[in-house]
């Protein structure tokens, strides 16, 4: 049987967290992920590093967190940050009184909020509305990307041993005498199931965390919260900017490169796997949203999504915006289940904190002593300017940065080799991302890449401008030539999955020239190459 | 300005084929074009899709067959003139090679595309050419085996020595060929290939014509066949030109870049449209106007806030599913027709625009292709046919 020491349920960035956190002190640790990695609130979210003044006024704890947070994460994840900056702004229907409060609760809780002219609002922020925005601060919040912090998480995790296994669904839980011997789990993909012995599992599933609790017989108080958000084409703001009101629906903007995502609404649901999202949605958001920037419909929004926030509800407490985006760690000894922990609840700022929380008390358990070093020690190496500088003879140059950072100091080097060795890998898959064959091969070689959607993931292919258009066949292809073969699907289907995915955010936006562009997807796939095939009548 | 008998707004497969069938009746034809149409992104096999069993609103009830039997006559001559031969009719199904190795039937296939003697072939070769972008030999062999199995299928490989500073796609490829082919024929040439083989190869012969196929076909014995591709496509492109060449022959006034940004009217009579240029507004006199915009994928319909379509040329009626439920299908690729795709306008037998109760808009204006409602033509695969045969009608009325 396969043996660890700690079992990690869940891959999201607090679970990915512990895992790193873990293997940093010494502790052999498995992580274990039922779909593939930060599948759920870790990035389907805004992708936004609170400064901590979205919660000044309701929640000085958690915004005390996020500051402290936010800096720490902009020093060990640098290449994960966009240090924008972030903006509030008060609009004429928003109560004043509120911005007194929020000006007042940024200073207790350590917030820097820099109070601006309207006049250098407009300029750093030219679309904002001239009609109805007020008043404006600027705080330090910023962008940060969850997929790419997730790999990065995994990297810094392998160097100190940790082990990941995606696709890999807990189904029960093995005890003797009210002690923990082991986790079972099932391959998604072959329907293998075994137990991976251990001492202790850790359940950070998320919104998923009471269903895990249920197969060890123990009650969670977890309600998926679900949020919906539009990304738009272009990059509407500069800053992350926000409402300056009671927190709300719709209410924020954070810039991503060149996309800008606007979320979020707030809907308790039975099922965290609800990813669903609906033109009514779509629609209040813009309604909101169009109160800042007067003239957001006229961008063309790429797609929709949502995710469901893991709301702790501890017994008796509030659920939707009034409950608490605290976090909570329960011992299930309590339970009469030695051995196993529960960690839910909690934002993707302050993920750090909760598992340096979480493994002080795993490691209180093994008798080890080793102190935390996640705040101190970066995520990964930077890349070598060396390095940088072989590879803009091949990358365009604007890609190369993105690249170095997505891919990591080894896998970088690797691919900067292959292309100047090979110049066929140089070719470019995605032009929309500027993401090269190289790369995208490198990629499909990673432990955890089972189907195009990982790669997707790890290299931004089809996330861009034409929503997978073009790469979707190239992609599907280089699975073929690399014999990726674990899911056993042809090249057909894995192209038909692909764009199916991208059909799910585009299909409740379908409009504008999103719908010129599904119908260049139709055409190519329909009409050229019969994906979906038809016999002749 | 001189008054055209005709003015063609859109320069797609429908845009073309109008002003070319107008032509030929030596009609003065005025073409006004923005951006590059459809066909650069087409296989340029035409299909028709199915002419039975079509619910009231569809397009071809409107058409009628006779003017799809004429239409694709009229297109397999203009090709012909173009050394671009086709084959097909409008009943026939006939069989190409996908980029990711399905076969899908057509009326009308150029014949460097036609796989019909796949079938009665002992040994398939599939090309694979060095630096070539977005033709990928191992997929389509293993996808197109599933229809063969019995045959013998060989991958070979060809270096045509493309490799640049850039990507290198289908049409750089068949830029190159068609400046030279006989490297290319030569490679081919050493493959020894017999009468009962075929190769299959992406479609690169050339940019203009069959010219480019001739030189290489006469060398080899075994059948070459071209696939479709991602754009831009090589094949579309040539009927393209085929067309152009077709439609400066017969003196037809070609404008490109010029925007119509909208029609001159008097009562249920448009007298000209007007076009943007980058100084000022310019009136086109008409007697007769046809509208060959296309649909979401051409700017022929927009939209920018749901379900409020629009035609924004004579601000037509735009006829759309209501609602979210018909909007769209769950599935993309659906085995039901996708409502935003059957979005368009709708006419009566004459192709004259009429509204939501049926009375004619406009005398003389005709919609023809993708701006025309009713039907999802990407799903009934009969976007080639309806494009043409609504062209033809309406440049013969």
Redesign the interface.
């Known amino acids: 049987m396969e043996k660890t020491t700690v079992v990690v349920i869940g891959g999201g960035a607090t679970g990915l967290g512990i895992l790193r956190d873990l293997s940093m002190r010494g502790v052999k640790a498995l992580l274990v992920e039922k779909n593939d990695l930060v599948n759920g609130a870790s990035s389907r979210y805004h992708g936004l590093l609170h400064s901590g003044g979205r919660y000044a006024v309701k929640d000085q704890e958690a915004a005390k967190e996020c500051i402290i947070e936010n800096q720490i994460m902009r020093k060990i994840g640098k290449s994960c940050v966009e240090p924008c900056g972030g903006m509030f702004t008060r609009l004429d229907i928003d109560d004043p009184a509120y911005e007194e409060l929020w000006v007042k609760g940024c200073a207790d809780s350590g917030i820097e909020a820099t109070p601006i002219t309207l006049d250098e609002a407009f300029r750093l922020e030219p679309r904002l509305s001239r009609k109805h925005v007020k008043s404006a601060y600027l705080v330090p919040d910023a962008a940060v990307d969850g997929f790419r912090m997730a790999w990065q998480l995994i990297d810094s995790s392998k160097r100190y041993g940790g082990q990941v296994k995606t696709y890999t669904e807990v189904i029960g839980f093995d005890s003797v005498n009210g002690e923990l011997r082991g986790v079972k789990v099932r391959n998604q993909f072959t329907g293998e199931t075994y137990e991976i012995g251990c001492d202790i599992a850790v359940n950070a599933a998320g919104g998923w965390a009471a269903f895990v609790g249920k197969l060890a017989g123990v009650e969670i108080g977890v309600q998926p919260d679900k949020g919906t958000l539009i990304a738009f084409n272009q990059r509407i703001v500069n800053h992350v900017v926000n409402r300056l009101h009671k927190s709300s629906d719709g209410d924020i903007f954070v810039p991503h490169g060149s996309i800008t995502i606007l979320g979020t609404s707030s809907m308790s649901v039975p099922d965290p796997e609800d990813t669903s999202t ?3 949605e779509v ?1 209040s958001l813009l309604k909101i949203g169009e109160q800042t920037f007067e003239d957001l ?2 961008f063309r929004i790429l797609r929709t999504f949502a995710g469901s926030r893991p709301l702790y509800i501890p017994p008796g407490g509030a659920v939707g915006r009034s409950a608490s985006r605290g976090f909570a760690i329960v011992d299930h000894a309590q339970d009469g289940l030695k051995g196993l922990f529960t960690i839910v609840g909690g934002k993707f700022t302050t993920y750090r904190l909760m598992a340096e929380k979480m493994c002080n008390q795993i490691c209180a358990k093994l008798g080890n002593n080793t102190p935390c070093r996640t705040a101190e020690e970066p995520l990964v190496e930077e890349v070598s300017q060396a390095d940088i500088d072989r590879a803009k003879k091949f990358f365009p140059s604007y890609g190369v940065k993105l690249a170095a950072t997505r891919l990591g100091v080894d896998r970088f080097k690797k691919v900067v080799a292959r292309l100047e060795s090979d ?2 890998s ?3 898959v995605c032009e929309c991302e500027n993401v090269t064959r190289a790369e995208v091969e490198e990629i499909c070689k990673d432990d955890t890449s089972f189907i195009v959607n990982d790669v997707r993931r790890r290299t931004r292919i089809g996330m861009g401008t034409c929503q997978g258009n ?1 790469c979707a ?2 992609a ?3 699975f ?2 690399m014999g990726v073969e674990s899911t056993a699907k ?3 289907t894995r ?2 999955e692909f ?2 995915g ?2 799910k955010g585009i ?2 936006v ?3 020239r999103t ?2 562009e ?20 | 300005m001189k008054t055209s008998d005709v003015i063609i707004i859109g320069g797609g497969l429908a845009g073309l084929m109008a002003a070319a069938v107008a032509a030929s009746r030596k009609q003065k034809v005025t073409v006004l074009t923005y951006g590059s149409g ?1 066909l650069p ?3 340029s096999a035409i ?1 028709f899709g ?1 002419l039975e069993n079509l619910p009231t609103h569809h397009p071809y009830k409107k058409i009628g067959l006779k003017s799809c039997d004429a239409a694709a006559k009229f297109l397999l001559d203009i090709a012909a003139q173009a050394n671009l031969p086709y084959l097909g009719s409008v009943s026939k ?1 006939i ?1 190409i090679v ?3 190795g ?4 057509s009326a009308l296939v150029p014949e460097s595309m036609n796989a019909s003697n796949l079938a009665n072939k002992k040994k398939i070769f599939v090309a694979e050419i ?2 070539l ?2 033709f ?1 030999a ?2 389509l062999a ?2 197109l085996k599933k229809y063969f199995p019995d045959k013998t299928f060989e991958i070979v490989k060809f270096d045509l020595h493309m ?1 640049g500073g850039r ?1 290198i796609t289908c049409m750089d490829a068949a830029q190159l060929l068609t400046d030279n082919e006989q490297p290319f024929a030569n490679e081919l040439k050493a493959l020894n290939a017999t009468v009962d083989d075929a190769i299959i190869i992406p479609p690169i012969l050339g940019v203009a014509g069959n010219f480019s196929r001739d030189v290489v076909q006469t060398q080899i014995r075994a059948q070459i066949i071209e696939t ?4 831009p ?1 090589p094949p579309g492109i040539r009927l393209q030109r085929a067309f152009m060449k077709y439609l400066q022959a017969s003196s037809v006034r070609f404008f490109e870049n010029s925007k119509v940004i909208r029609g001159v009217t008097d009562g249920r009579k448009v007298t000209g449209v007007v076009v943007e240029t980058v100084v000022r507004e310019k009136v086109f006199p008409a007697r007769k106007v046809i509208l060959a915009t296309g ?3 051409s ?1 022929g319909i ?5 379900d409020q379509p629009r035609e924004p040329i004579f601000d037509l009626p735009v006829f759309f599913p209501t609602g ?1 439920d018909f ?2 299908n ?4 659906s085995d039901k027709p ?1 409502g ?2 059957t979005t368009g306008i709708l006419t009566n037998d004459n192709l004259n625009p009429i509204d939501a109760d049926g009375k004619v808009l406009f005398d003389n204006l005709h919609v023809v292709g993708a701006n025309l409602g009713g039907c999802d033509k ?2 009934e ?1 009969s ?1 080639g046919g309806i494009a043409i045969a609504s062209a033809y009608k309406g440049a013969t009325l």
């Open positions: 609906s033109r009514a629609e419909r006229d110049p066929e140089r070719e470019l073009f066949l190239r599907a292809a280089i073929a030539d042809d090249s057909l192209m038909e764009l199916q991208r059909w299909r409740p379908l409009l504008g719908l010129r599904t119908e260049m997807t139709r055409s190519i796939y329909e009409l050229s190459m019969n994906l979906t095939e038809v016999s002749p009548q | 459809s992104l087409a296989s299909d199915s199904k069989p996908t980029a990711v399905t076969l899908k039937y060095k630096g972008k977005d990928y191992k997929m293993d996808n490799l990507d479709t591709c991602l754009p496509s649909g979401f994928y700017g927009t939209m920018r806030d749901f979210e909007w769209s769950a599935k993309l690729f996708q935003f795709s990407i799903f695969r976007a």
